[in-house]
């Protein structure tokens, strides 16, 4: 055998010789310059004036919406928010097992129960058709999550939000600028809760170290998202305008989550780049995408017709089709892709959220078994979900690079290519 097709794994020479793929550094001066700016002003407190309403304005004209407040975390906006829709005790709302905790937990601590729901095999994202059958007159909101910044079925989850008088609740925290049939994420649904966290390019899609932002174009929604966690806000007495809210003064419900200034002057800065970031993410998981199209056992994952990606956060995903490669177990293909130099992690298609032990043997949330989760426990376990726990088993992550460094894509692709090749070696 040569050494060109002796896998690497095997003792063979790696295929990518391009160290680093990414090339693309985020613009630290121009951070430094915005923070140094508020610090010297001593304008670091504070919400509804200067740069955190600078930063509101700013993201509600990119996203098109009408109205948007910034917030303290992603997590907190979402919980904010189902507060907002009206999720209470013994409500029940939808999410995919395949999701994330902070997407739901604020209806857990609302009193709410999780009722969790299987994904698309072909898109990973919330199944509408899987949703509907889960809902009962309890239910009262679907929390979507727009995963890796690919939308999900808005016009399917919409139908239904429609048809049963549900809110939909999108976890957006992953998809800054990416769209539904032309609009933007945020300018879609009911109300959409973005995160800021992290530092680019690896954290959310516009990042301020800790952060989030919500969107909605209904009043209702946004007054009641005010008054739960924006106590002293400048002008929030005169943003109050429906009568149940026009009648509270500037403390409103007393908690205040907003978000720190200086954390949005990042945010603000991560704003200006991120549609540089998006076009080029777009274009490099095209070539990708394209060639690895072409390989047996290797799926590319799909998009639904009116969904354009954008955001990307967490990465690209593969389905991995182990049946097509005489059952190579995914975690080997993984391996082997991996030794030829070229990053790829898995397999895994985000967390298991039934299996987590709050839901196989429960937890007394409010202590003296008074949460309706306890009342009403049953315990989840293997098996309970199988498209999601199947393709859990065969779900491959891959970065999406912003400006790789000029060849790399192409021994990032060749490095699986080889592999496809050469698989029998590895039975
Ligand atoms: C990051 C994240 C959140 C929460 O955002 P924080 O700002 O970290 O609170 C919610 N959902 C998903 C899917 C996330 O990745």
Redesign the pocket.
């Known amino acids: 055998m040569s050494s060109a097709s002796q896998l690497a794994m095997l003792g063979g020479t790696p295929v990518v010789t391009i160290s680093s793929g990414e090339q693309w550094k985020r613009p630290i001066e121009k951070e430094k310059e915005l923070v140094g700016k508020l610090l010297d002003e001593g304008a670091v407190s504070g919400a509804g004036a200067g740069l955190p309403l600078e930063f509101e304005e700013e993201f509600r004209e990119f996203i098109g919406c009408k109205y948007c407040l910034s917030i ?7 919980h904010s928010a189902l507060w907002a829709a009206g999720i209470g005790p013994g409500d029940e709302v939808i999410t995919p097992t395949a ?2 905790i ?2 739901y937990c604020g209806a857990l601590h609302l009193g709410a129960i999780p009722v969790f729901c299987e994904i698309d095999p072909k898109t990973l994202l919330m199944d509408p058709a899987d949703v509907e059958k889960r809902i009962t007159e309890r239910t009262r909101a679907i929390i979507p ?1 727009h ?1 890796c910044g690919r939308p999900c079925d808005m016009d399917g989850l919409l139908t239904l939000a429609e048809k049963h008088d549900i809110v939909v609740v999108e ?1 957006a ?2 998809a800054h600028g990416s769209e539904w049939d032309g609009n933007k994420i945020g300018n879609v649904g009911h109300i959409a ?1 973005f ?4 530092t680019d390019p690896g954290g ?1 899609p516009v990042s301020g170290g ?3 932002i919500v969107c909605t174009n209904d009043r209702e929604l946004y007054e009641r998202q005010l008054v739960f966690c924006h106590l002293h806000r400048k002008g929030v007495v005169d943003e109050l305008t429906l009568p149940e809210y026009a009648k509270l003064d500037s403390q409103v419900l007393g908690l205040k989550w907003r978000a720190h200034p200086l954390a949005l002057a990042l945010a603000k800065v991560s704003l200006s780049t991120l549609v540089y970031r998006n076009e080029r993410r777009r274009q490099n998981r095209k070539i990708i995408f394209d060639a690895l199209r072409e390989l047996p056992g290797i799926e590319p994952v799909h998009d639904y017709p009116k969904a354009r990606p954008a955001g990307f ?2 990465g690209l995903r593969l389905i991995y089709n182990p049946e097509e490669l005489d059952g190579l177990p995914a975690k080997r293909f993984v391996q082997a892709v991996h030794a030829e130099g070229a990053p790829v992690s898995g397999p895994g298609v ?1 967390h298991m959220e039934h299996l987590r032990t709050i839901y196989t043997e429960g937890f007394d949330i409010w202590g003296n078994n008074r949460h309706p989760l306890n009342q009403n426990f049953k315990p989840h376990k293997p098996g309970d979900f199988p498209i999601s726990e199947g393709l859990h088993e065969r779900v491959l992550r891959l970065p999406a690079y912003i400006d790789p460094k000029e060849g790399f894509l192409d021994q990032y692709i060749e490095a699986f290519g080889k592999v496809v090749a050469n698989y029998r070696d590895l039975l």
């Open positions: 303290d975390h992603g997590s907190t906006g979402l999701g994330y902070g997407s999550i995963m976890d925290a992953h809760c995160s800021l966290q992290g959310k800790e952060g989030g956060y967490g985000g």
